[in-house]
């Protein structure tokens, strides 16, 4: 079955601070890769997606290329702010598996001034 | 993201009572989904609805029971619950099921349920 796994947090960063937090899958096919932002007390955000190999999703600073030969989908941003502070989840969809959202299990983000 | 609304954003409720959570979305969507976010769990999805019918139940309990009377609205019906059932439950619609043109889902700000 499909699965995916995120770098386990919180992830504790200063203001201007580089930022990665890792993600892997595993899938039997051809899936479409999303980040999702969860900020406290709301429901999730989609913060970027990449529908096939060596595409790059990007949404406000935050970037991730979807490497089918490390099965990765990193996210990334040059510069984090105090307002970036959430969970980040990591999530695939496979057309074969009627569009089921399998999410890694998030990970914090706490970004101090 | 505001195209995909919950009410009521709160509820605390008792094992004997009855209740109803409400989703609606205004993007012209086709495929609609209950989702359970428990602390310290993965976020689990429960039922799928695509044009109205039901395509998932991800094997969940009888005392949740779903309603989808048109494409834009979803209803998470609810009795007899139990305190583990408390969590954030939340909605999601994308245009459909299949393929990466429509397979993005778009989510509602949650409804926070409380078992007594």
């Known amino acids: 079955g499909n699965s995916v796994t995120q770098m386990e947090g919180p992830v504790t960063l200063s203001e201007e601070a580089f930022l990665t937090i890792n993600c892997t899958y595993t899938?039997?096919?051809?899936?479409?890769l999303f980040w999702y932002v969860q900020y406290p007390g709301e429901g999730l955000q989609l913060l970027l997606k990449?529908?096939?190999?060596?595409d790059k999703g990007s949404n406000k600073g935050f970037e991730a290329t979807y490497r089918k030969e490390t099965t990765s989908f990193h996210l990334e941003k040059g510069s984090v702010q105090v307002s970036d502070s959430a969970v980040y989840f990591c999530?695939?969809?496979?057309?074969?598996?009627?569009?089921?959202?399998?999410f890694g299990g998030g990970t914090r983000l706490m970004v101090k001034p | 993201e505001t195209g995909v609304t919950q009410t009521p954003r709160h509820l605390v409720m008792g094992m004997t009572n009855k209740k109803s959570l409400k989703c609606e979305q205004h993007?012209?969507?086709?495929?609609m989904y209950w989702y359970k976010q428990s602390a310290k769990k993965p976020l689990e999805l429960m039922f799928v609805?695509?044009?109205?019918?039901?395509?998932e139940n991800n094997s969940v309990p009888s005392r949740f029971s779903p309603e989808c009377p048109n494409s834009s609205h979803l209803f998470l019906h609810l009795h007899t619950l139990q305190p583990e059932d408390s969590a954030l439950y939340l909605c999601?619609?994308?245009?459909?099921?299949?393929?990466?043109?429509?397979?993005?889902?778009?989510f509602g700000p949650g409804t926070r349920l409380t078992v007594l």
């Open positions: 609805y695509n044009f109205k019918e039901q395509t």
């Open positions: 899938a039997t096919g051809y899936p479409s």
């Open positions: 999601a619609s994308s245009p459909g099921l299949a393929g990466p043109s429509t397979d993005t889902q778009y």
């Open positions: 990449a529908t096939k190999a060596d």
């Open positions: 999530a695939l969809t496979e057309s074969n598996a009627g569009n089921m959202l399998t």
């Open positions: 993007l012209g969507h086709n495929a």
